[in-house]
């Protein structure tokens, strides 16, 4: 029976991390991927992370923004992606429904071309391993016009030169069907005129494969929207949820080696693309690094103040609970720049005088022990390109404005961060509006 009971709630708190995760992604797919693998949701192998996003139903939209980014990762989730369509017999119609079943096309067209140039490699690579295949055993392509008039599979690749003019051949006929679903026109004349030179060497596309294309992308049965279902859940209601100034300067792991530490906030490297000793990233478009520093003030010269005053290298930060799960964004509705898990921090300060608390790693044994750098509490930092990095300082301070909000926090995280077993169990299962009416000692 016990046993029964404990696989149930690990059962339970697995769907809990996959729905944080999916809500993570469908706000920002970068951040919600290193979520996901960081918290071992899903293994970091490229075709297991794609087979979860649409198992799970993320965003078809965010979907495809994410695998047409330029970033490594999204590269590689892209490539592996686009080989395991079933591209073989398809035309250029039926090639884009196919793509378009688990994910939007972007609205950017330039990630479109991204998308569509990968495309292209792989439908002409499954048709060049059939045609390959079929000589080999002597057979000839069965493959016609589909319903809608286009040419597609073998016969389609007899007519064209290369996969330069079938990437250019897709790119032009999305363009027609989005033109066209605008509300515009274009007659054939028009559109055969503008891809004049668009095969290979500067040749032409067969008129009679044009003119299927053409007839088919203007048909009422043609649609690229993706056909998945929605999410089959709600993303998990945050236990306790509130805007608090936060204080962690942490330094990144390396290779099981400690790296320098950086000059900046959790937030704000986020923001600048991680620490550079981990690996880096572009920065992000909207997030001006100059910006963030001068909100989070932290030009200091120490890592850790633990002297101060403790507001001078605050950053205003929204906070999320989620049973032992701790979330950092930078607003109510933003993605979380990072997570901090609590199964082993501690409670080791809770002033009431200045509302802030603080929290460290709970060091198993005598206490209070030495504090060398095994028991510091660490912070896993999402970048917005699908990487994680390691931080981990001595404490996480967290000062908030109002007293009756201190008050909800403190309770429940001295009963959540107990060196006690089962008062931590037991606080996961009380609602922390309970617990927090408990006044604190």
């Known amino acids: 029976m016990f046993r029964g009971s404990s ?56 979907m495809g923004d994410y695998l047409s980014e330029e970033f490594p990762t999204a590269q590689t989730l892209r490539l592996e992606f686009l080989n395991s369509l079933p591209l073989l017999g398809t035309g250029v119609i039926s090639a884009l429904e196919t793509v378009s079943r688990d994910m939007t096309l972007p609205k950017d067209w ?50 064209l030169l290369g996969t330069e003019g079938l990437h250019r051949l897709l790119y032009s006929t999305l363009m027609l069907y989005r ?38 992308a ?30 962690y300067h942490g330094r990144p792991q390396t290779d099981g080696e400690v790296a320098h530490w950086p000059q900046a906030s959790p937030h704000v490297l986020a923001a600048e693309g991680g620490v550079l000793a981990a690996g ?3 920065p992000q478009p909207p997030g001006p690094p100059e910006k963030l520093r001068r909100r989070s003030l932290t030009a200091f010269s120490q890592p850790f103040d633990a002297g101060g005053s403790g507001r001078l290298d605050e950053e205003v930060t929204w906070l999320r609970l989620h049973q032992w799960l701790l979330l950092l964004a930078s607003a109510e509705n933003a993605a979380p720049f990072a997570f901090v898990s609590l199964k082993k921090a501690a409670l080791i300060r809770a002033d009431a005088r200045v509302l802030q608390i603080v929290l460290a790693r709970r060091v198993e044994g005598e206490w209070p022990a030495a504090m060398v750098d095994d028991d510091w509490l660490e912070l896993c930092l999402l970048l917005g390109d699908g990487r994680f990095q390691l931080l981990e300082a001595p404490e996480l301070v967290m000062r908030f404005d109002d007293e009756a909000e201190f008050q909800r926090w403190a309770s429940y995280l001295r009963e959540l961060c107990s060196e006690d077993g089962d008062r931590r169990r037991a606080a996961l299962k009380v609602p922390p509006v309970l617990v927090a009416s408990v006044p604190l000692p």
């Not at 679903?181 to 596309?205: A, K, P, S, Y």
Request: aromatic share 8%.
């Open 179 to 216: 033109w066209c679903r605008d509300g515009n026109e274009m007659t054939l004349n028009e559109w055969v005129q503008l891809n004049t030179g668009i095969e290979g060497c500067g040749n032409d596309i067969p008129l009679h494969v044009q003119m299927g294309i053409y007839k088919a």
């Open 218 to 247: 203007l048909s009422e049965d043609f649609s690229l929207e993706a056909s998945r279902p929605g999410p089959p859940f709600k993303t998990p209601l945050a236990s306790l949820h509130a805007a608090a100034f936060v204080r």
């Open 280 to 282: 880096r990233m572009s």
């Open 7 to 62: 696989i149930k709630q690990a059962r339970v708190a697995l769907q809990d991390l996959q729905q944080i995760g999916i809500s993570i992604f469908n706000r920002s797919p970068g951040h919600g991927i290193a979520f996901l693998v960081a918290m071992g949701v899903v293994r970091d192998f490229p075709v297991e992370i794609n087979n979860f996003l649409v198992r799970l139903a993320a965003d078809p939209e965010k």
């Open 110 to 159: 330039l990630k479109v071309d991204r998308l569509l140039k990968g495309i292209a490699h792989f439908w002409w690579k499954q048709h060049e391993e059939e045609l390959t295949e079929r000589r080999n055993e002597g057979n000839q392509s069965a493959l016609v016009e589909t319903a809608q008039g286009e040419l597609n599979g073998l016969e389609l690749q007899r007519t």
